[in-house]
């Protein structure tokens, strides 16, 4: 139980492209889910909070305009990029906290590394 | 002062030794802590939850909480070179606005080598 999967794993762009990144919680509801940036051999790097149903919360000095999240249902939630650059090369993982267990338990997607040319 | 604070790494350790992997975190009302693991490359994997002071054993992983120090740690038996890897710990802490309440803090990983 408690599966996350993101679509695509993987994705090499041009600059100036948008880029849309899946989240979706297989077998359980996720009424929150959290989307993170990590560059090499960095540490995970929290961009934003997705509640579904309302508005993502940001953190302080994520552009919203610039990632766009979309939490439309309780399975899934989007991240766009917009206008992608080289420095938004990066990997980019999603986390659904199940909303009919422990609520804070966090379960991780297998992850999206972006390439932008 | 960082929220949660990890021991520095690398950490090496031979084949078939004990693990020590040690974190502390700056909010005394947090009342939930993961341990994950990340291998090179890949996603967190949650390998150990612990919500009350103690030990928490879970096959070769043991996970220690003292709320008292502010303190968790997880030790791993019998290493293997499997377990080579970067260990994060995560808190979650009560306060928060409704939208963020559930949000996880993470130190910045320990790095693991288990040597054969």
């Known amino acids: 139980g408690a599966v996350v999967s993101q679509h695509p794993s993987w994705v090499i762009c041009k600059s100036g492209t948008s880029v849309k990144i899946e989240c979706r919680s297989l077998?359980?509801?996720?009424?929150?889910m959290f989307w993170y940036r990590q560059f090499p051999k960095q540490s995970l790097m929290l961009m934003a909070t997705?509640?579904?149903?309302?508005?993502?919360?940001?953190e302080q000095g994520v552009e919203k305009d610039k990632f766009l999240i979309n939490h439309a249902s309780l399975t899934l939630s989007t991240l766009t990029v917009t206008s992608a650059h080289p420095e938004d090369s990066s990997f980019y993982i999603c986390?659904?906290?199940?909303?009919?267990?422990?609520?804070?338990?966090?379960?991780f997607g297998p992850g999206t590394r972006l390439t932008v040319l | 002062q960082k929220e949660v604070e990890q021991n520095s790494g690398p950490l090496s350790v031979p084949e078939g030794a004990i693990a020590s992997l040690n974190c502390t975190y700056s909010?005394?009302?947090?009342?939930?802590f993961f341990w994950y693991r990340q291998y090179s490359g890949k996603s967190p994997e949650l390998i150990m939850s612990?919500?009350?002071?103690g030990d928490k054993e879970d096959g070769r992983f043991t996970a220690q909480l003292n709320k008292a120090s502010q303190y968790v740690s997880l030790l791993i038996r019998d290493s293997q070179p499997s377990d080579s890897a970067t260990y994060l710990c995560?808190?979650?802490?009560?306060?928060?606005?409704?939208?963020?309440?559930?949000?996880?803090?993470f130190g910045r990983g320990t790095q693991l080598t288990v040597w054969p």
């Open positions: 986390s659904a906290r199940d909303h009919g267990g422990r609520a804070d338990t966090q379960y």
């Open positions: 077998d359980f509801q996720a009424t929150t």
């Open positions: 997705s509640n579904e149903g309302s508005k993502a919360t940001y």
């Open positions: 909010d005394r009302g947090s009342q939930s």
């Open positions: 612990i919500y009350s002071n």
């Open positions: 995560a808190v979650n802490r009560i306060s928060g606005r409704g939208s963020t309440l559930g949000r996880l803090y």
